[in-house]
Each structure stands twice: as C-alpha cells, then as structure tokens.
C-alpha cells in the first residue's frame, strides 16, 4: 500500500484553519500526521513508571566543578556563588510492551495531560468523562519495541541515560512541554485509538509526585493497562540512577511497593485486597493524654469471609471544617489479617511509643482528627466510612457499639461511646478485642439489645438510708418501687444527690438489669450485703450519700428525670420511709408522707428499715 502524501506545515494550517472555521471554533493548533506506522491495540503498551518532578541540579550545587549539568546556568567566585536551574531535560516516563510479539511504535502520539484551568479553552482529551488539557507529540524515526521490552521517553539527550527517545525537540512545532509537577497524565494512542492512560495526583490516580522521586507502578506486578488505573498500586521510585541523586528505574523493571504485590514469609504473592465493606471502622483513638505523636490509632472489625490484606489501604481522615489528611500503608511484607479479628492501624509500630498496643499496619505520620469523617480509601474505592464524635476525654477512644458494628452502622455519630474499660493499653479502650457496651444497651443472654428505658413516674425513691452507724463502709442504700405495668431495666439509670454539692452515681453492666413490675428494688454501695438483706439485691455503688443537711434525690435516664424527692438530715442507723400506701412520684414529693423507721425489716440487722421490702406503717 503507498504511503500518502504529506501535508507541508503552510498546507496543513490552511485545512486546519479552514476546518475551524467550518465548525465555528478557533484556535487552531499544529499536530504532525500520524500517518499509520504504529500497529498497535489497546494495552499494547504500559506505562509503567513517570518523573514528572526530577530533582534540580541547583540542589547539589556545591562549588564551580559541580555545576556542570547542562541545563543549570552558574556563575562561581571565591565569595559567591549562583546556581538557577528547573526540570528540563530531566523528565521521562518509561513505557512496557506487554504484548507477546514486537510492536511498531513509529507515529503513534503520546499525550501531556494536565488539568483544565479556570476558565481555560485549551485542547482537552476526555479522562473518566472528565477533560484534561492536552498536548501531543507523534513519535518518529522509532522503529519496533521488542516484547516485554521497556523504553524510555524523555526530553533529554538520546543516549544520556535514562533516554531512549526524546521528544524535547518540538519539532515539527509539536509543543509537548514539561510534566506537571503536581496532578498530571500521560496517554498514548494509535491512529486515534487510546491504547494506555495513567493519571497522577488527582483522584484516583496514582500519588502527587515527590520531588527526585519518580512515580512507579508496583514491581511484583507485571504492567498491565488495566492495573496501571489502579492509584493505589504505584510508589515511589527509591533506586538511584544518576549523579544528581534522582530515584527510580527507568528501562527496568520497577521496584516492589507491597501495594499489588507483597512478601509473604520469603514467598511473593497478590495482594489479597479489602472490598467494600469487608472491613468496617470500629473504633478511634484520636486524642491521647498529652503529646499524640504516635500514640493514635484506628482500629477496624475484619467482616470478610477469608483473610485480606492492609497493603496499600489508604487512611481519610477529614475534620469538621472539612480538612483533609491522608496516609498510606507502605509495607513489602504482607499484612494479613484474620476475618473476625480487630486490628489495629496505628502511627508507630513500637508499643514503648504507642501506649503498648499492637498494630497490624502502619500508615506513616498519622495523625487523626478528633471527631469528623474517617474512611479507608483503596484507589477509587472506599472500603469504608464513618461519622464519628470526638473523644469525651483525653486518653479516652470512641467506641462503635457492638450493636451497630457493620459499615452502616458507623455512619451515624451516635452509634459511638467513649470506651470504659482500662487496663489494655495506657489509655481507656479495647484496641484489639470487641468493644464495650454502650449506655443503654445490654446483653440479654446471647442478644445486644435496647433496655427497657423507664419512663417518668415508673420508677418511685420509697426509702433513703444515708446515715449508717460509724464507719461507714459502703453500707448506704435507697429504694425504689416498681410503679410501671410492665419490668423495666436499670442500665444506664443516674442517681444525684445534692445539697451545695452533688455527687452522682451510674448503673453500669453489660447485662440487662431487669426489674419486675410491683417489686421493690435496693440500691446500695459495696457493704450493704454484711448486714443480712435478704435477698442482698446490689445493682450499683451507691457509697456515701449526703447526710448532714436537707439533700435531694433524683433518678435520670438520659436526662430526663424519672422521679425526685427530698429528705431532712438523716438520723443514724434509721432510715427515712415513704408511707407504704403512697407509691408514687408524686405522692412522695410530700414531705408528710415521710417518716423514720421504727423496725427492722427483711433481714435488716444494721439498724432501722425494710431495704428491698415493703414499708413499715408510719405513727
């Protein structure tokens, strides 16, 4: 087949021109004719490893000998010295034939994508629906790339490593220019057809670019158009290849990033990633006890039904104000975890500086934000996210309650606590084991439930013992009458007592805390059993009530009061009791319906009253 004949650049602006004109539009700019050399389908060709932000040379500048590069303007004197420099020259980006058989190259187009400006009418081509700001270059004179072959394209000197083919030239007035420092692209096409793209710095793609450092997809992986869309799976280059210090490996195969592939005991294998909802945000310990470097953590509930792996796992966290952080796993090693398991992602790995737990990955630097959003990202996909408050105090983590502990459940910041239990690390939590129950749920048997909350009025104060023969001991208690149709539980219930102070007091258990309807119920503090109630009926340490003066008592459940009585100064070893025909929330706001104990009853042996019993009749 004869080869056409091609346009000279006076011809080709005068169809261009014309073809705008045509069309209405404007700006018309100069592209090479990409004729059709290259035999090329899509994923042919990887790009498999960018340097969009090369380090200057200016920064090695030391004396007159060392400054020497090309591209850096010096002037040098015994007392001064000046040094100005930028990245050209320096960029490439490195391509892999992953086909099975050589492939021709010759006038396919590379494309320099960069994100639209405000208010830009630059060329665009199209990347996930959305445009990008695009200049092309078509390869020349380039020949066949070998299969599973890597090359090189920069805008350096042929033959000055790492160079296989430079398009810093502009000729044909082809203005590819520099790579984007920050968020950028790179797209390669075939007669018109895509045949790669790969994205960086923007969401998605692969990370922002670090300055010497080039942007590689993982090693243990070999490059794939498909795997290469994956951000999750490219790192930074960390091998040296010239004099300036520059890092990564162009023309080779990259090194390993743990992220698609990772060491599991001396063996490479996949990384076995996390899908959506398999692991679920269960608990955070955003605000330690003094300096946080370190200290903080996250852990997550495995709900996957075999083991995944944290390589590569990307930790979201987003204050209230909407600011935003971000930090990666990075391990070669494989960071299995177990289903069923808790484990924990923490900002150091050494339990002497985190508090004394064990974490199962580290997403380096750390720092979370007390109370906001907090997500486990994966390239495009978010494994999970939740809504959660800030901690109630410092060296305190916020629990999801066991109740709510799916990937829904943590959307809603209610469904957190703050943690109760002491003693697994230097903190209040449960890094690492289930969490504890929240306020106003208990364990009935086998089921996490609601308790039964009382409503007003259902629960009535009919007897106060605030005044034992010394010492005390642990022996004050009041009673409570079960005015409700229905049992009600105790979880969660506040008592206060107040005079010009006020001390409080929560029943706290894990289990349902049932009363029947009609009983009477005895709270006390921890030696009411020595004094032979029978039965000793305990639900909460209720130590030391006020004595000396008139006090009140009230019963609380989430603020809302339940009932409130008041009583005189107590007479020692004698209860005040309400009279045993008025049991109710208003009856005993009455000071009238009141009187001391004149006998012990129920197996009362520490002086006068009836704990857990009806009342004796008042003189």
Do not use: K
């Not at 104000?321 to 398991?341: E, K, N, W």
Request: glycine share 12%.
């Amino acid at each position: 087949m004869s080869r056409p004949a091609r346009e000279d650049s006076a011809t080709r602006r005068a169809r261009c021109a014309a073809t705008l004109l045509g069309l209405g539009l404007a700006g018309c700019a100069e592209q090479a004719d990409i004729g059709a050399g290259c035999d090329l389908v899509y994923g042919d060709l990887v790009i498999s490893e960018v340097m969009p932000n090369p380090d200057d040379p200016c920064d090695q500048f030391i004396d007159q000998q060392s400054c020497t590069h090309p591209s850096v303007d010096c002037s040098w004197s015994e007392t001064s010295a000046t040094c100005s420099g930028d990245d050209t020259g320096r960029e490439w980006f490195e391509i892999y034939n992953a086909s099975a058989a050589p492939r021709r190259l010759d006038r396919a187009v590379i494309w320099r994508l960069s994100e639209v400006p405000a208010g830009s009418s630059c060329r665009t081509q199209l990347v996930d629906g959305a445009p990008w700001c695009a200049a092309d270059h078509t390869l020349r004179g380039i020949g066949t790339l070998p299969p599973r072959a890597y090359f090189v394209l920069g805008d350096g000197v042929v033959g000055v490593a790492p160079v296989d083919y430079s398009y810093g030239d502009n000729q044909e007035n082809e203005n590819f220019g520099g790579l984007t420092n920050t968020s950028g692209g790179i797209r390669i096409t075939c007669r018109g057809a895509e045949i790669d793209t790969m994205v960086w710095g923007a969401s998605g793609g692969a990370p922002e670019p670090e300055e010497g450092r080039s942007v590689a997809l993982d090693g243990g992986l070999v490059p794939d158009a498909l795997l290469n869309d994956q951000g999750e799976l490219w790192c930074a280059g960390n091998e040296g290849y010239d004099s300036i210090g520059n890092r990564g490996t162009p023309g080779a195969v990259n090194n390993l990033c743990g992220r698609g592939a990772c060491d599991d005991g001396g063996t490479s294998r996949s990384v076995v990633a996390p899908q959506v909802g398999e692991l679920v945000i269960s608990e955070v310990f955003a605000n330690p006890a003094g300096a946080d470097a370190g200290l903080e953590w996250l852990e997550v509930r495995v709900t996957a039904a075999a083991p995944v792996d944290l390589n590569g796992l990307t930790v979201r966290t987003v204050s209230s104000g909407g600011t935003t952080r971000r930090y990666t796993i990075d391990s070669l090693s494989c960071l299995s975890v177990a289903p069923g398991s808790y484990a924990l992602i923490g900002a150091s790995a050494d339990p002497l500086t985190n508090g004394g737990v064990t974490v199962a990955a580290v997403a380096e630097g750390l720092t979370l934000y007390d109370g906001g959003t907090l997500a486990l990202e994966r390239g495009r996909a978010v494994i999970d996210e939740a809504q959660f408050p800030a901690a109630s105090a410092e060296g305190t983590s916020t629990s999801l309650s066991p109740r709510f502990l799916s990937a829904s459940g943590n959307d809603d910041p209610t469904n957190f606590c703050p943690a109760t239990t002491s003693g697994l690390f230097a903190g209040t939590g449960t890094p690492g084991t289930a969490n504890d129950v929240c306020p106003g749920d208990c364990w009935d048997g086998p089921t996490l439930r609601p308790a039964l909350r009382p409503a007003a009025g259902e629960l009535v104060i009919t007897e106060v013992y605030a005044r034992p023969s010394s010492p005390e001991n642990g022996r004050d208690w009041l009673e409570l009458y079960v005015a409700g149709a229905q049992a009600v539980e105790l979880n969660g219930l506040e008592i206060v007592n107040t005079t010009s102070t006020t001390r409080r007091w929560t029943l706290a258990s894990d289990n349902c805390l049932s009363v029947a309807p009609g009983s009477f119920v005895l709270l006390g503090g921890s030696g009411v059993a020595a004094e032979g109630v029978t039965p000793a009926v305990v639900f909460g340490a209720v130590d030391s009530m006020l004595n000396g003066s008139a006090a009140t008592l009230a019963l609380r459940v989430d603020g809302a009061t339940i009932d409130e009585m008041a009583y005189p100064a107590a007479t020692t070893s004698t209860s005040w009791q309400l009279r045993p025909e008025i049991l109710t929330a208003a009856g005993n706001d009455e000071s009238g319906n009141w009187c001391l104990a004149t006998a012990a009853g129920n197996g009362f042996t520490g002086g006068l009253g009836s704990p857990g019993a009806a009342n004796g009749v008042c003189p």
